[in-house]
């Protein structure tokens, strides 16, 4: 199914503007260049659709490469080209706040495929691309409200469950301060705004505060 979405469905589409795969792409630049060389200022219908093709490509080779018992040096390194191939086009959409929902987009995919690397004992191939998720996300500001810290607050977990499985316990304990830090300043920025908190913004600050520290407890007893 992922083989025939893959080669009928997405690839064909982006080959009207590209023949370059996902995974031979380089930077921000080359993307750009391969995929939107007027920019992101096209119609909404032909940008919603290249960028449903590009992550679709995305989906299926994770897909193709799950499917299989166990991950090769081979997939590994695939899989690795298809997390630097979404950091570079999230990368592309930072200073774009209106596709803000592509890094969140981006995110997903990140942790998704990283979580499924940490099953294989690929943990430490892992973080880096983590980091880069949840740091992106920090610094996007429509991202970075109560409503999406549950998400943001899985990704600090997967990092420091990343760093302990790495026998990093220094900068996972580092980490795990600086994530309960992110949680409080934004809490603190909830207070200032002027609007009282409601039930469900308290609750989420709370629920985020304990799940960061029950992962920081549950990784050092590993």
């Avoid at 950091?87 to 596709?99: D, N, T, V, W, Y």
């Avoid at 610094?139 to 990093?168: E, F, G, R, S």
């Avoid at 900068?171 to 809490?187: C, D, P, S, V, Y």
Wanted: charged share 20%; with cysteine; aromatic share 12%.
């Amino acid at each position: 199914f992922y083989q025939l979405a893959l080669w009928q469905g997405y690839s064909l589409h982006l080959q009207q503007f590209s023949p370059v795969n996902i995974t031979d792409i380089t930077d921000v630049s080359h993307f750009m260049t391969c995929f939107f060389p007027d920019g992101f200022d096209t119609e909404d219908d032909t940008l919603s659709m290249k960028l449903r093709a590009l992550q679709g490509c995305s989906l299926c080779v994770f897909e193709q490469e799950k499917s299989h018992s166990i991950l090769s040096q081979e997939g590994l390194c695939k899989l690795l080209r298809v997390l630097d191939f979404i950091r570079i086009m999230m990368q592309a959409f930072q200073q774009h706040e209106r596709l803000c929902w592509q890094l969140y987009n981006g995110s997903l995919q990140i942790y998704n495929i990283c979580r499924f690397l940490m099953t294989m004992n690929c943990s430490a191939q892992a973080l880096e691309y983590l980091l880069w998720a949840s740091i992106s996300l920090e610094l996007c500001v429509p991202l970075m409200t109560v409503k999406y810290l549950p998400w943001i607050v899985t990704l600090y977990c997967a990092v420091c469950y990343c760093y302990y499985d790495n026998q990093a316990v220094v900068q996972a304990e580092a980490f795990a301060r600086r994530a309960q830090g992110k949680i409080n300043e934004l809490a603190k920025l909830e207070e200032q705004s002027g609007v009282p908190a409601s039930r469900e913004t308290q609750r989420a600050c709370r629920e985020a505060s304990i799940k960061a520290g029950d992962s920081f407890c549950q990784n050092i007893l590993l």
